[in-house]
Nanobody, 116 residues
């Protein structure tokens, strides 16, 4: 059974930092591309940052220079370091695992609120 569990969300002031973590089990983690997505209310879920199985990264323009995605294949985890947070970063953040023919899996999400 695949399990994807996010943690690390919370309330932070503008300009602050948070580190999100995603623990994965039930798949061969190292062969999956991983990503962080976010969703605000009923808006479409959007990609924030992705990291391929070989370590290549990609970021949404709005977070470049502020967020860093990383993975630890030994621990089956992927993290998102978020610095210089802004109110428009407020969203539910989701972890996603995808493989070209094995399919994709989502976590349950973690709330990030940036507010003074």
């Amino acid at each position: 059974q695949v399990q994807i569990v996010e943690s690390g969300g919370g309330l932070v002031q503008p300009g602050g930092s948070l580190r999100l973590s995603c623990a994965v089990s039930g798949i061969i983690f190292s062969i999956y591309d991983m990503g962080w997505y976010r969703q605000v209310s009923e808006k479409q879920r959007e990609p924030v940052a992705t990291i391929t199985s070989s370590g290549g990264t990609n970021y949404a323009d709005s977070v470049k220079g502020r967020f860093t995605i990383s993975r630890d294949n030994a621990q089956n985890t992927v993290s998102l370091q978020m610095n210089y947070l802004r109110p428009d970063d407020t969203a539910v953040y989701y972890c996603h695992a995808v493989h070209s023919y094995r399919g994709g899996h989502w976590g349950q999400g973690t709330q990030v609120t940036v507010s003074s």
